[in-house]
């Protein structure tokens, strides 16, 4: 039995909430990345506990994400996890669908590329949170049908858990240092400021992963 516990509860009878994705996704080889920590701590300010569920990292110089996107009327790229139970413990398979189209040689390679390479994925939600899905042990492609000419001249690939390596998480959110979180990701994560031995807010405490 895990030690963690509730410690609060939630009021959304008054919210506006957002329910879509911006219809873009920026992929992240993950052998790119520099510099990580994940943080998931509860921490307690003036005896109100603040849940964390986020990562920060950056890149190695002149690196950066690639971005698959799509007209902002479509729906089509979102992302979503299911949680099963493990051996008695909480596993989060990540789910990500975007959008390919035609069959020429370019179509071809970015499915081979995303069939074979080792990476996460970052959206963004109207409410203008940033999510990684698979951050922690990556992202492949669900098998697919490719027939493009069946369904429309585009075909959804559905993104999830790396062979089965349920991740420890849920998604995670992406934080900055400075508070440039949506500007990080416009920029595919490209020069990101991050000093993994820097200064953080003081609104938690020192229960993270650092991994260099």
């Not at 970052?122 to 203008?128: G, S, V």
């Not at 991740?167 to 979180?181: C, H």
Request: hydrophobic share 35%; glycine share 6%.
């Amino acid at each position: 039995m895990s030690c963690e516990q509730l410690r609060s509860g939630l009021d959304l009878s008054c919210a506006e909430i957002a329910k879509k994705y911006y219809q873009q996704v920026v992929l992240v080889n993950r052998n790119d990345v520099n510099n990580k920590i994940i943080l998931t701590s509860s921490v307690s300010i003036d005896g109100i506990y603040t849940c964390r569920n986020r990562a920060y990292f950056d890149l190695k110089t002149d690196l950066s994400g690639f971005r698959f996107s799509l007209g902002e009327n479509a729906t089509s790229i979102f992302g979503s996890f299911d949680k099963s139970v493990i051996e008695n413990i909480p596993q989060y398979n990540h789910n990500v669908s975007i959008v390919l189209a035609g069959v020429d040689e370019d179509t071809k390679c970015k499915l081979t590329q995303l069939d074979y390479a080792d990476y996460f994925a970052a959206l963004q939600n109207y409410d203008n949170t940033i999510e990684l899905f698979g951050f922690e042990y990556g992202l492949t492609t669900q098998n697919y049908n490719y027939d493009p000419a069946n369904s429309g001249g585009g075909v959804v690939i559905r993104l999830v858990s790396f062979n089965e390596s349920f991740e420890d998480l849920p998604p995670l959110v992406y934080k900055s240092q400075n508070g440039t979180e949506i500007e990080d990701f416009n920029n595919n994560f490209q020069d990101v400021v991050f000093d993994p031995n820097g200064d953080y807010n003081d609104d938690f405490n020192n229960d993270f992963n650092n991994e260099d």
